[in-house]
């Protein structure tokens, strides 16, 4: 029987993380990428032990070239690939004039050349396959204060939907588009201080275990959603937001 394997990127916390450990369950040998080589080894082992499979660990910074270029050539390197997927990334909030620039052009690097360079790569290693791209519920929501974030994510989902139809039935492509989701994402300093996470609902946040199961039940589907938005808290609130008379009484209850 042939070898499982799946390459995940930003494996070391949260969503990627996650994806690891439920892809390991499912018998995929896990190629383990992110920046931190100390927390990849720690799921490595832990994968292994759990759920006896080969995990590798590929520390690299895809902001680097010469690091985005060791990854793309490892996966040429190898015999197939059946499941990628793209889930590194970051978010900063603020108006954009306000933010770094390079904090800006790193986040379009990292949510869309850096995608856009792997699936491609990783296509020529899948006869059969599937492709995660973790794009986000902003990309379907034009926010003030999250302008770079949005707009890149937006690419990354309608990236998804066209690739699915180039690639026809054998290869599988997901843009998954998660709402506000428990997980080191949302605790970086920058979001303690500018974002205003604490007027979100309970209600519409989701556990990292959630998004991912249902991720992959709805990718496993035979006629599945290219875009697909976890929960139905989220399918409602997005409703909710492309209402013209909802949707600014809800930003300015949140700006306030």
């Not at 690091?67 to 954009?96: M, R, T, W």
């Not at 006869?127 to 999250?146: M, W």
């Not at 989701?181 to 205003?196: A, L, N, V």
């Not at 519409?204 to 929960?231: A, N, Q, T």
Request: glycine share 6%.
């Amino acid at each position: 029987m042939r070898e499982m394997i799946s390459l995940i990127t930003g494996a070391s916390s949260g969503i990627g993380a996650e994806f690891a450990f439920q892809l390991s369950e499912k018998g995929y040998n896990p190629i383990l990428v992110a920046r931190r080589q100390e927390k990849l080894e720690k799921l490595a082992k832990a994968l292994e032990k759990e759920y006896l499979v080969h995990p590798k660990v590929l520390s690299a910074d895809l902001l680097k070239e010469e690091d985005l270029e060791k990854v793309e050539d490892y996966i040429s390197g190898l015999s197939h690939l059946d499941f990628l997927v793209n889930s590194a990334g970051f978010g900063i909030p603020g108006k954009f004039q306000e933010v770094f620039l390079t904090k800006s052009l790193d986040m379009l690097d990292l949510h869309a050349v850096v995608p856009t360079r792997l699936c491609h790569t990783a296509i020529q290693k899948m006869d059969k396959g599937n492709i995660i791209n973790v794009s986000s519920l902003a990309s379907l929501i034009n926010r003030p204060g999250y302008t770079v974030y949005s707009a890149t994510k937006s690419y990354l989902t309608v990236f998804s939907q066209t690739l699915q139809k180039d690639l026809g039935e054998n290869i599988k492509v997901q843009a998954l588009c998660p709402g506000f989701t428990h997980t080191p994402f949302h605790y970086t300093k920058e979001y303690k201080d500018k974002s205003g996470l604490q007027k979100i609902p309970a209600f519409l946040w989701m556990d990292v275990e959630e998004v991912v199961k249902s991720s992959l039940k709805e990718l496993g589907k035979k006629r599945h959603k290219v875009v697909y938005i976890p929960g139905f808290n989220n399918r409602f609130f997005l409703s909710l937001m492309n209402n013209k008379i909802i949707s600014p009484l809800i930003w300015r209850y949140y700006d306030k």
